[in-house]
T-cell receptor, first 113, second 115 residues
Framework: GDSVTQMEGPVTLSEEAFLTINCTYTATGYPSLFWYVQYPGEGLQLLLKATKADDKGSNKGFEATYRKETTSFHLEKGSVQVSDSAVYFCALEGTGGYQKVTFGTGTKLQVIP | DAGVTQSPTHLIKTRGQQVTLRCSPKSGHDTVSWYQQALGQGPQFIFQYYEEEERQRGNFPDRFSGHQFPNYSSELNVNALLLGDSALYLC??????????????FGQGTRLTVV
C-alpha cells in the first residue's frame, strides 16, 4: 500500500538558517504530494502541493519538487523564522480516488532566535 | 466561511463507554474524511463519506463507525472505548470524489482522552 517516510525530528535551527526536511514515498501510479503544517494546539494546514512529476509547490518561502525518479518530495526553505516552528507532515493522495491521504509521522521543527 | 468545524474540542471518557464526535464541512464541500492522530504520530485514515455512504475505510476495527447526513455533516462513533483510542480526531472535508486539484481542509480536531 501507499506509504510516506520522512526524516525524524526534532530539527533545531537558528533563525535564518537553511531548512531541508526529507520525504520519500511509495505509491503506485502518480500520486499527488503535499506538505502540511501543524502549529501547537492547532489542526493541519496545507502548506504546499504538487500533482505531477517535476512540479514545484511553493508557499510562504517553502518549496518542494515532485521527483518521480527518486520518489521524493523534500521540503526546503532558504531562511527560517521563529514563527516557522511547528510539526511538518509529508503526505500523498493515491490514485485510487476518494481522496484518501496517507501521512508521514511528522518532523518537529524548532527555530531558535 | 467558518471552514471545517468539529465538536466537542475536548472529551474525556471512561474505558468501555461510547463516544460520538461531530464534523461540519466547509461550505460547498460534500465529502468528509476522518483521521486519528495519536500523540507524536501522523494522522491515520479511518474512513471517508460521500453521498451519505462510507466510500473507503482504513485499517480500523468495526468499533469505529460513522454517518453522513443530507447536509453533508458527519459523525464518528467509537464503541467500547479502549485506552489506546486516546488521540486527536481530525475531520477533513473536500469537494467531490475525483482526483481533481481540490484541497482537503482540516478542522481543529477533537482531543479524546480515555481513562
Amino acid at each position: 500500500g501507499d506509504s510516506v517516510t520522512q526524516m525524524e525530528g526534532p530539527v533545531t535551527l537558528s533563525e535564518e538558517a537553511f531548512l531541508t526536511i526529507n520525504c520519500t514515498y511509495t505509491a503506485t501510479g502518480y500520486p499527488s504530494l503535499f506538505w502540511y503544517v501543524q502549529y501547537p494546539g492547532e489542526g493541519l494546514q496545507l502548506l504546499l502541493k504538487a500533482t505531477k512529476a517535476d512540479d514545484k509547490g511553493s508557499n510562504k518561502g517553502f518549496e518542494a519538487t515532485y521527483r518521480k525518479e527518486t520518489t521524493s518530495f523534500h521540503l526546503e526553505k532558504g531562511s527560517v523564522q521563529v514563527s516557522d516552528s511547528a510539526v511538518y507532515f509529508c503526505a500523498l493522495e493515491g490514485t485510487g480516488g476518494y481522496q484518501k491521504v496517507t501521512f508521514g509521522t511528522g518532523t518537529k521543527l524548532q527555530v531558535i532566535p | 466561511d467558518a471552514g471545517v468545524t468539529q465538536s466537542p474540542t475536548h472529551l474525556i471518557k471512561t474505558r468501555g463507554q461510547q463516544v460520538t464526535l461531530r464534523c461540519s464541512p466547509k461550505s460547498g464541500h460534500d465529502t468528509v474524511s476522518w483521521y486519528q492522530q495519536a500523540l507524536g504520530q501522523g494522522p491515520q485514515f479511518i474512513f471517508q463519506y460521500y453521498e451519505e455512504e462510507e466510500r473507503q475505510r482504513g485499517n480500523f476495527p468495526d468499533r469505529f463507525s460513522g454517518h453522513q447526513f443530507p447536509n453533508y455533516s458527519s459523525e464518528l462513533n467509537v464503541n467500547a472505548l479502549l485506552l489506546g483510542d486516546s488521540a486527536l480526531y481530525l475531520c477533513a472535508s473536500s469537494s467531490g470524489i475525483s482526483r481533481s486539484n481540490t484541497e482537503a481542509f482540516f478542522g481543529q480536531g477533537t482531543r479524546l482522552t480515555v481513562v
